[in-house]
């Protein structure tokens, strides 16, 4: 399973996340299985964790739009994997 995108958006007092990604057709289980909510469930968990990591490094604003409204796009780096971080540090 590979995550494509994520999606945060506020509705009032209500928080709405939209996860989109990709798996085989295979090994995919049925919707409205309890499987496939715990896949996604972690797979959102996974993708957040790696955004609010990857801003904690360098972030930079490549897109607006809006006036009253606005929306800006970020660009992140996202982080390594922590196998790659320990074999740097080690060195």
Not at 22 to 35: I, L, N, Q, W, Y
Not at 67 to 90: C, I, N
């Amino acid at each position: 399973m590979t995550l494509q995108r994520l999606v945060i958006e506020f509705k009032g007092s209500e928080l709405v996340l939209r996860c989109l990604y990709r798996r085989s057709v295979e090994d995919a289980p049925g919707p409205s299985t309890k499987r496939r909510e715990r896949e996604v469930a972690e797979l959102t968990r996974e993708g957040l964790s790696t955004a609010l990591e990857a801003l904690e490094g360098r972030v930079d604003v490549v897109g607006t739009s809006g006036y009253s409204v606005r929306e800006d796009l970020l660009s992140l780096a996202l982080p390594r994997p922590h196998g790659a971080r320990d074999a740097e540090r080690a060195s």
